[in-house]
T-cell receptor, first 114, second 113 residues
Framework: EAQVTQNPRYLITVTGKKLTVTCSQNMNHEYMSWYRQDPGLGLRQIYYSMNVEVTDKGDVPEGYKVSRKEKRNFPLILESPSPNQTSLYFC?????????????FGEGSWLTVV | KQEVTQIPAALSVPEGENLVLNCSFTDSAIYNLQWFRQDPGKGLTSLLLIQSSQREQTSGRLNASLDKSSGRSTLYIAASQPGDSATYLCAVRPEGGSEKLVFGKGTKLTVNP
């Protein structure tokens, strides 16, 4: 079954404590990305990756890091989380975006920073 | 800068009604437009994808149209059911290699039995 798997699904953490949200896809997709969803602001892209070792900033990259060492994994790293990073995070993947392929989303990770 | 607007923000209809959700975008330079469904606490499920060269796509009771020149898309749901209750999101992929989707804020649909 085609899947994008995120972990953890729910997390409450404290300001400044580094955390990583993992994302894995089983479809051999080149393209992966991270979005955050906030009330009144909708979904905004944080980072994306076109392939292994290729990453680029989206609209709201501040406070986040990513890496793409393997094709299937695209972790999102919050080095020093702050309360304004409390949000619902989605990982997504597809075959190359330029070919207009369907994009698959994970089920989301609810992150609260206190 | 591309902006996507969805109207209405919320819609409540009785079961069996046909309905239309609207999406507009400010820049017609897009590769494609997608409609997604989001259930509470869940991820996004792609419903229909329309390439910029296409006018419409159909899947079951869903029909999405695209008028690229006027910056509009509609999602038509026929014979609505309570199971259709969800938030529907419209997203465009701008031209220019930005490799991202620009989302609207969604229409929350409630279908009452």
């Amino acid at each position: 079954e085609a899947q994008v798997t995120q972990n953890p699904r729910y997390l409450i953490t404290v300001t400044g404590k580094k955390l990583t949200v993992t994302c894995s896809q089983n479809m051999n997709h080149e393209y992966m990305s991270w979005y955050r969803q906030d009330p009144g602001l909708g979904l905004r892209q944080i980072y994306y990756s076109m392939n292994v070792e290729v990453t680029d900033k989206g609209d709201v990259p501040e406070g986040y890091k990513v890496s793409r060492k393997e094709k299937r994994n695209f972790p999102l790293i919050l080095e020093s989380p702050s309360p304004n990073q409390t949000s619902l995070y989605f990982c997504a993947s597809s075959l190359r975006q330029t070919s207009g392929n369907t994009i698959y989303f994970g089920e989301g990770s609810w992150l609260t920073v206190v | 800068k591309q902006e996507v607007t969805q109207i209405p923000a919320a819609l409540s209809v009785p079961e069996g009604e046909n309905l239309v959700l609207n999406c507009s975008f400010t820049d017609s330079a897009i590769y494609n437009l997608q409609w997604f469904r989001q259930d509470p606490g869940k991820g996004l499920t792609s419903l229909l994808l329309i390439q910029s060269s296409q006018r419409e796509q159909t899947s079951g009771r869903l029909n999405a149209s695209l008028d690229k020149s006027s910056g509009r898309s509609t999602l038509y749901i026929a014979a609505s059911q309570p199971g259709d209750s969800a938030t529907y999101l419209c997203a465009v992929r701008p031209e220019g290699g930005s490799e991202k989707l620009v989302f609207g804020k969604g229409t929350k649909l409630t279908v009452n039995p």
